[in-house]
């Protein structure tokens, strides 16, 4: 009877991420939370099971998870390589209307046109608890600049600003698994997101967006909410390198936020993990290799969707990461003081739909407070 269940669980599971509707659907930005470890290594977390991120990556990673572990500080700011430019150079636009200044305004338009500036500002307050259950609380801001049109160049402004509600919860595996010829424990997981989303996306004439406050460009705001799930798994086998194998998908059931926002698009991925490293527990702790694969709808190029990244710890408090995402190199440093954290990143992101279209280099900056 309880196989017959599975059975059944899985095959909804199936129908519901192969499945494709008949009609266009408008999808809005993902819940891309990703901390700074993360990014350094290229993405990867869907068999990791060692921090924070398994609450918006793998629910099943809380399964080995064995310590509670609790924060309400753990910020994080990004900004992107032209940033600074874009900002400084639309802080010279002018609201005047003469000729000279239209002028003026349509060169300044025109150097940084097709560029891409991008900022966001985040904050996590999240519980890890020893029992496999976990919860957070994500607010996040992000707001883009870029420059369309080439002919009649034109500011284009975006963004949002979402709070985040997530419980996930992990139930081991009852019976006993061979993997590969080799013990094996599994996990699998859940997590329920309650999603609060405003956010503008607006396009400016020159001189308009000049005269523009901030008020004035969330006039138009949209806003909304919904709830959607994520299902994971997660297998650890007891075979030297410690390998990990994880599997899961994220918003389910594809819910709606609001009418002119869209829905929440619906993402698949699978991904591995070894400590190649023998001995101890504190010793196979320093190196970590892994790698993901992510089906990311958007994307029409299946090299954009591979990840692979590299932990190390080359003193008690000092990691050292690199990886590779999209075919775009990524790299961070992290210093573990026990209570406080601080983690720099630097990562490529594909603007593009396929790997080497355009890249956009990202730097993170974060520091938590851990208890």
Not at 67 to 79: F, M, N, R
Request: hydrophobic content about 40%; some cysteine.
């Amino acid at each position: 009877m309880k196989t017959a269940r599975a059975c059944n669980l899985l095959l909804v599971l199936l129908v519901l991420l192969f499945s494709r509707a008949s009609y266009a659907v408008q999808y809005s930005r993902s819940i891309d939370y990703e901390t700074s470890q993360t990014r350094a290594m290229g993405g990867v977390s869907i068999a990791l099971a060692n921090d924070r991120q398994v609450l918006f990556s793998n629910p099943a990673g809380l399964g080995p998870i064995n310590d509670k572990e609790y924060s309400i500080v753990q910020l994080e700011s990004e900004i992107n390589d032209n940033w600074q430019r874009m900002s400084t150079k639309v802080g010279e636009l002018s609201d005047k209307e003469t000729p000279w200044e239209r002028a003026k305004n349509n060169n300044i338009l025109n150097q940084i046109v097709g560029e891409h500036g991008r900022i966001a500002l985040s904050n996590l307050s999240y519980y890890l608890g020893a029992e496999n259950f976990g919860a957070a609380f994500l607010y996040q801001g992000i707001t883009d600049f870029e420059v369309v049109n080439p002919v009649t160049p034109k500011v284009r402004a975006s963004g949002s600003i979402d709070s985040v509600l997530t419980g996930s919860v992990a139930r081991p595996v009852n019976r006993p698994e061979r993997l590969f010829n080799s013990d094996a424990s599994g996990w699998w997981g859940a997590a329920m997101k309650v999603l609060s989303r405003r956010t503008f996306d607006e396009t400016y004439y020159a001189r308009d967006f000049a005269g523009l406050s901030e008020s004035d460009m969330r006039k138009n705001e949209r806003g909304g909410t919904t709830l959607d799930f994520d299902f994971g798994a997660l297998w650890l086998l007891k075979a030297p390198w410690r390998t990990n194998f994880g599997f899961v998908v994220k918003n389910i059931f594809e819910n709606e936020i609001d009418p002119g926002i869209g829905k929440l698009r619906r993402e698949w991925g699978f991904g591995a993990s070894i400590n190649p490293l023998d001995g101890s527990a504190a010793r196979y702790k320093k190196l970590t290799l892994a790698a993901d694969y992510w089906h990311l709808q958007e994307k029409s190029d299946w090299f954009s969707r591979l990840r692979a990244g590299a932990e190390a710890w080359v003193r008690p408090w000092l990691a050292l990461r690199c990886g590779i995402r999209g075919g775009y190199f990524s790299g961070g440093i992290g210093a573990d003081f026990k209570t406080v954290r601080i983690d720099l990143s630097t990562y490529g992101e594909e603007l593009g739909l396929r790997a080497g279209d355009k890249e956009d280099r990202r730097y993170t900056l974060a520091l938590g407070i851990e208890f």
